[in-house]
């Protein structure tokens, strides 16, 4: 089968691009005048939507507006794309299960310098800019974390001129959307795309076969080569959608490429004609249901089968598409590292490692010992954890069932593997079991493969994403493969965009940073420096305090309207929104929170520093006891909320289904960020830098980047409290004893006998015996229990603090204008120069 040429990038002899003929004039089509958008918006409403403009509506405008904007954007990339192949410059795919780009709109109008314009067009069509933004739905393409980064990824890629591309799945369902019923959280269907999505171009005409289950035939061709053909096997068609991802004022686009599924049996109508109605349609569903939904449970095997075949399908897809677009320009692969580079975002896209060999020894008859060379010359890993549940390992009977070719591929770098092991050993016997620890495949408790180790043996990089993760990788999750592979182990501490995560989730914020330095601190975020002086100005501070007052009522009006309560605006906005973990120790704030609350029930008359304690996240849906600890916050949020004792001084609210636009209302109202993992288990985190950028100051553990954090603010301007990494490994070394904190201090001991005595949980008595249990006979984990004492009495400081506005305001100042190091622009400057080897590309 021929394999399809996107139109964009065709493979026939160039057209000449300078002529007249062939000139791209945006200027036509799309003005960056009120004039011009208002032309464009109309235009889109009627030509595009079918409707009436002269009926406005949110949702008529927003399309339009979202349509013109396209146009504005498609340009860019446009002249973008034919930059590269003018330059012949090297590219780079960033393989990703996850993007989480949240809402679009905003951000493609900051980027292409048209916000003002926007909202006065829409001002003269008698409509609010805002009002238009609230009709998008977030883009359900990722969870947490590991998907916001990789679009904060692309944001710098676009703005720092780097010949980038991401791709993805173009998931139909994003993972789910939390509702909160009785206090527990309860999974609906995030159907985002229900009323289209403006922004993607689907590439219908571009359809790449993927190939699953079948057989492996190995047979002699004329030529006496020993061959394999994977036979007999199940197809489905991907299909490209792009999403394009503006630069930052500078003329650049990228895109994201997501695929989405498409059976290649759309319809049997033999079926249909006899009555089977289902069955006719029944291929086609089973096939497209690969990228129909946002990480299924993957507790039961045919959830672990589609969540195999969905990192395969994207993988098998996007190299196919690298390799079209390389044997473009190239007859034979020699230059292929030259020109290419694929990172790996953490360990779900490692199958593309056996999936380049397939395609360059099966399909395109390279010797293995040349085709192994490349990959290891093309192929970088980003690890994200050090949980060790959490470095993926599939069974060798699954592989060998949906993917037979890759599992014998797999066998055959790890027999090489660990042969060249051999041969560095002189031949002395394997020591210490050397072998079976680091070989590919797992023997026991079942024989799996472990992909950590696939993508370490199959990458020339791997790097951390903060020191003392990194640290953690070289020295005690993988210190054997570093010293196997000297200099294969290095650090890149990940960062943020500062254009969606202060430009523009924080725009009074940012105009006051703007009056004091230029607009291009924006792109050059170490320019916050030059605040520093400002923090001992009496009137910058006041004007700092009222943008947090304004952002304070902004989040208070949003809870307003989501939930019916009413926030004390004069208390501490205390805020943990992530990822539900029992490491992220969400449970020891709300046992803060329960000890806050029974200090006031003892003494209702004492002077107490008023708070409102947000919590958010989402718990996986198989997850049980981190669901019932959303269900312990909300049952402390009905008691504290309802009781007149804590009116005013306490509150303890739960913020349901958090995303990238809520998070874009709590960062910037939030005074205290809550950054309290079990040190040496969080990889980096990012929210602790997107709040400390927005002007809160962070309680927290020396954990992931807090500590590299803690360099550039200062100890003196941050709140850390509880055991190092080191300490927690002694504690657990020596034989942790969770009883011995639970009897020694009695505020713990209070607050740990209210959850057991139903304090809260009156209706359900015993409902949250599974987290006490955890916490004294389980072996609390991580240990919670061992840093109660030091984080309350941390949080007491903070509460101090909190008290002499002036000088919170000051260290707060102090703590925006030190994060400059945490710009994705600089992390994005490392992979460029360090990993990929690519120099970013200055064009207008």
């Known amino acids: 089968m021929d394999k399809p040429r996107p139109n964009e990038e065709s493979s026939s002899a160039p057209l000449d691009l300078s002529s007249d003929t062939f000139q791209w004039d945006a200027g036509l089509y799309a003005t960056n005048t009120v004039a011009g958008l208002k032309r464009d918006i109309i235009r889109h409403i009627v030509s595009s939507l079918g409707l009436d403009y002269a009926r406005p509506s949110e949702y008529n405008y927003y ?15 446009i002249r973008t794309q034919r930059s590269y192949y003018d330059k012949e410059s090297k590219r780079v795919y960033y393989l990703s299960m996850e993007y989480l780009p949240g809402k679009s709109l905003l951000n493609n109008l900051h980027c292409l310098g048209i916000y003002d314009v926007a909202q006065q067009a829409l001002a003269e069509f008698g409509l609010n800019l805002d009002d238009v933004a609230e009709v998008e739905w977030d883009a359900g393409l990722g969870n947490g974390g590991l998907g916001r980064l990789a679009s904060c990824y692309l944001d710098s890629m676009a703005t720092q001129g780097v010949s980038g591309y991401g791709y993805g799945l173009r998931y139909d369902y994003g993972m789910f959307h939390q509702v909160i019923e009785n206090g527990a959280q309860v999974e609906r269907p995030d159907n985002w795309t229900q009323r289209g999505n403006p922004w993607e171009y689907d590439r219908g005409r571009f359809l790449y076969e993927v190939h ?10 004329d030529q006496g080569r020993l061959r394999f053909s994977w036979v007999d096997t199940e197809r489905v068609l991907a299909m490209a959608c792009d999403l394009l991802v503006p630069g930052f004022r500078n003329g650049h686009a990228i895109n994201m490429r997501l695929w989405t599924a498409k059976s290649d049996t759309e319809f049997n109508l033999a079926f249909f004609n006899t009555g089977d109605y289902i069955g006719a349609v029944e291929a086609k569903i089973r096939d497209e249901i690969v990228s129909k939904v946002l990480y299924p449970n993957d507790e039961r095997w045919r959830g672990r089968m589609l969540r195999l075949g969905q990192q395969y399908f994207f993988v098998a897809a996007s190299l196919q598409d690298v390799l079209r677009r390389y044997k473009k320009k190239h007859g034979t692969f020699d230059k292929l590292p030259e020109m290419v580079a694929i990172q790996l975002n953490d360990t779900h896209p490692t199958i593309a490692i056996p999936e380049l060999m397939r395609l360059l020894v099966d399909e395109e008859l390279l010797d293995w010992d040349i085709a192994w060379d490349l990959c ?11 949980l060790p549940e959490a470095l993926e390992t599939w069974p060798c009977a699954l592989m060998e069932r949906i993917l037979p070719r890759h599992m014998q591929i797999i066998y055959e770098i790890n027999h090489r593997f660990l042969q060249w092991l051999a041969a560095r050993d002189d031949g002395h016997p394997d020591p210490e079991g050397r072998k079976a620890r680091l070989s590919i495949i797992q023997e026991y408790p079942e024989k799996a493969v472990r992909m950590a180790h696939l993508a370490i043996v ?13 640290d953690i990788l070289r020295t005690v999750v993988f210190p054997e493969f570093n010293a196997l592979f000297p200099g294969r182990f290095q650090n890149i501490t990940n960062g943020v965009t500062p254009r969606r995560w ?15 330095l230029s607009g291009d601190w924006i792109c050059h975020l170490e320019r916050l420096r030059d605040l520093v002086p400002y923090a001992e100005d009496a009137a910058f501070r006041a004007r700092w305090q009222a943008v947090k007052a304004a952002n304070k009522q902004r989040l208070a009006d949003y809870v307003r309207r989501k939930l019916g309560i009413e926030c004390n605006l004069d208390a501490m906005f205390d805020v943990q929104v992530k990822r539900i973990h029992e490491y992220k120790r969400q449970l020891l704030n709300v046992l803060h929170a329960i000890t806050l609350y029974s200090r006031i029930k003892a003494d209702p008359g004492a002077e107490v520093t008023p708070r409102v304690v947000f919590f958010g996240g989402k718990a996986a849906p198989a997850y049980t006891l981190a669901k019932l600890i959303i269900r312990l916050i909300n049952g402390v949020a009905e008691v504290v909320n309802n009781d007149p004792d804590a009116h005013g001084r306490l509150q303890v609210i739960f913020l349901p289904n958090y995303c990238v636009s809520q998070a874009e209302r709590v960062i910037p109202a939030t005074e205290l960020s809550e950054q309290i993992s079990t040190a040496g288990f969080e990889a980096s985190g990012t929210g602790n830098m997107k709040f400390a950028l927005n002007g809160a100051l962070t309680i927290g553990t020396l954990d992931g980047a807090n500590v590299e954090m803690l360099e550039e603010i200062g100890k003196e301007n941050m709140f850390i409290f509880g055991h190092t990494a080191a300490q927690i490994a002694a504690l657990r070394r020596d034989g942790y004893n969770p009883w011995h904190f639970y009897e020694m201090d009695p505020e713990l001991k209070t607050a740990l006998e209210m959850i057991s005595q139903n304090a809260f949980s009156p209706g359900a008595p015993g409902l949250f015996a599974p987290i006490t249990d955890a916490l004294l006979r389980g072996g609390d984990k991580y240990c919670v229990l061992a840093d109660y004492r030091a ?11 909190y008290n002499d506005p002036d000088e919170w305001t000051r260290r707060v100042i102090l703590n925006t204008a030190n994060m400059g190091e945490f710009s994705s622009d600089r992390s994005i400057q490392e992979y460029a120069q360090r990993i990929w080897g690519v120099r970013p590309l200055t064009f207008r």
């Open 63 to 77: 399309h339009g507006l979202a349509l013109a904007v396209r146009d504005r954007m498609i340009d860019q990339w």
């Open 212 to 221: 699953f289950f079948g057989r492996v035939r190995a047979w002699t061709d």
């Open 376 to 386: 290891t010359r093309i192929f970088a890993y980003t690890n994200h954890t050090v």
């Open 458 to 470: 199959g990458s020339y990089s791997v790097n951390g994403v903060a020191a003392m993760h990194t």
């Open 502 to 516: 202060l430009n523009q989730c924080n725009p009074g914020l940012a105009a006051l940073i703007s009056e004091k």
């Open 791 to 801: 984080y309350v009495d941390c949080q007491a400081r903070a509460g101090l603090l």
